[in-house]
Nanobody, 129 residues
């Protein structure tokens, strides 16, 4: 069972920067697209950024041009560089395999089932003056 551990959160002022890191246990890290997700108070968890097995990236509109996701398969880590932070970026940030991009429904379902227990504790990011 793959487990993820997120680190690097903290408190910053608006306009500041943070770098989050996600470390994966297990041996299958390089086979899957990886995502950073966030959960704001009172809201459900949502995808912020995605990096595919081939290294292509995609971002939520709210973080484009400000956040950068990258992966190091040898080190089994995924990094989220965050700049120009805003108060609305305040959330708990998590990483996990990004399963929703699989077009085959059976593969997508198996992915969700496999990694549903892999969520880490998350790392808190607070942006305030």
């Amino acid at each position: 069972q793959v487990q993820f551990l997120e680190t690097g959160g903290g408190s910053v002022q608006p306009g500041g920067s943070l770098s989050l890191s996600c470390a994966a246990s297990g041996s299958v890290f390089s086979d899957y697209p990886m995502g950073w997700f966030r959960q704001r108070p009172g809201q459900s968890r949502g995808l912020v950024a995605l990096v595919t097995v081939g290294g292509r990236t995609n971002y939520a509109d709210t973080v484009k041009e400000r956040f950068t996701i990258s992966r190091d398969d040898a080190a089994k880590t995924v990094t989220l560089q965050m700049t120009s932070l805003r108060p609305e970026d305040t959330a708990v940030y998590y990483c996990n395999v990004e399963c929703s991009g699989y077009t085959d429904a059976s593969v997508r379902g198996a992915c969700f089932e496999t990694f549903s227990e892999s969520w880490g504790p998350g790392t808190q990011v607070t942006v305030s003056a």
